[in-house]
């Protein structure tokens, strides 16, 4: 099997403690999800760092995967048998498998070697990415995975898995969901493990997702800010009808309450429409001259303060 440096793929020395292998996890991770990120290896990247820190963030597993010390990446290895008996329960498969696999069905303590023990089967972690439209209504996904699993003869083999996986109405960005049962296989009749869904929300066209709270830009011309107005906004549960009240300035938050996400038990978070004050490009002339004789009528001056704050105010 080939050898995976996974310190140099956090971009962390061996000697880095919990919360560095955490934040540099949450780090990397934001910037090559393959749903946002632009680098073309995003999805392969994504995967990389993710397996470093299934290993690195659990003690035991560090813990075995030091003592097979420090190789090149990408240079072929094999574990030495003293490595094998302390953390291994069955023999290595002939056939070709992965760092990863190993690491997944790591089993500490030589005493257990071979006493043919019930061991409950590995938990699984895998990212799912959703649209705002599947958190608000719920959705079914179609998961094919392949997982590490030992055979009858104790041997680690990988194994397709394809089912059906319910997320509920009211998932948010960031939520872990168990599957119970739904991970690696049990060993000697061992409960199986369980596959946790770490779900994600993919970019919106027009909405932002806080928690259960959405946030949404409204576009409004200058003179429906000033003199007040009614317009309709788009929400997940369909268009309502929005009052603006007049003199609304640019980034005002304009509150929907129980438009926004589901929440787990009852009711919904809130829709935040964002104002935005946008002016026509392309204008006629017989508008044109409207705005001339607005700034010929108008006292109002946005840069009032400027002269105050420069000690210029007359």
């Known amino acids: 099997m080939k050898y995976k440096d996974y310190y140099a793929s956090l971009g962390l020395d061996r000697g880095a403690n919990e919360e560095a292998i955490k934040k540099a996890y949450r780090r990397l991770a934001r910037k090559y999800h393959p749903d946002v990120s632009k680098e073309a290896d995003a999805e392969e990247k994504f995967k990389e760092i993710a397996e470093a820190y299934q290993t690195l963030k659990d003690p035991d597993k560090r813990a075995a995967y030091d003592q097979l010390g420090a190789h090149p990446a990408g240079q072929e290895f094999q574990p030495p048998p003293s490595w094998q008996q302390q953390y291994s329960e069955a023999p290595f498969s002939s056939e070709e498998f992965d760092l990863s696999d190993l690491f997944a069905h790591l089993r500490g303590g030589a005493g257990n070697r071979g006493a043919r023990m019930a061991m409950p089967g590995h938990d699984f972690e895998i990212a799912v990415a959703i649209t705002i439209e599947d958190a608000f209504h719920g959705t079914q996904i179609d998961l094919d995975l392949n997982m590490p699993e030992y055979d009858e003869r104790g041997q680690l083999r990988r ?30 009749g061992g409960r199986d493990g369980d596959l946790y869904l770490n779900i994600s929300l993919r970019p919106h066209a027009l909405y932002r997702a806080s928690g259960h709270d959405l946030y949404l830009d409204l576009p409004l011309a200058p003179w429906e800010a000033v003199l007040g107005t ?8 369909g268009t309502v009808r929005l009052k603006v009240p007049s003199g609304t300035q640019a980034g005002r938050h304009l509150r929907l309450p129980q438009r926004g996400l589901p929440k787990p038990k009852d009711g919904h978070g809130d829709l935040y429409a964002i104002v935005q004050i946008v002016v026509p490009s392309v204008v006629s002339e017989a508008e044109r001259e409207l705005y001339r004789k607005l700034t010929e009528g108008s006292s109002f001056d946005p840069r009032a303060h400027f002269a105050v704050e420069t000690g210029h105010a007359h």
Do not use: M, S, Y
């Open 230 to 237: 009614a317009v309709e906004v788009p929400t997940p549960a």
């Open 159 to 188: 194994v397709p898995h394809a089912f059906k996986a319910r997320i509920p109405k009211g998932a948010t960005d960031g939520q872990r969901l168990r599957l119970p049962g739904k991970g690696g296989k049990g060993l000697h």
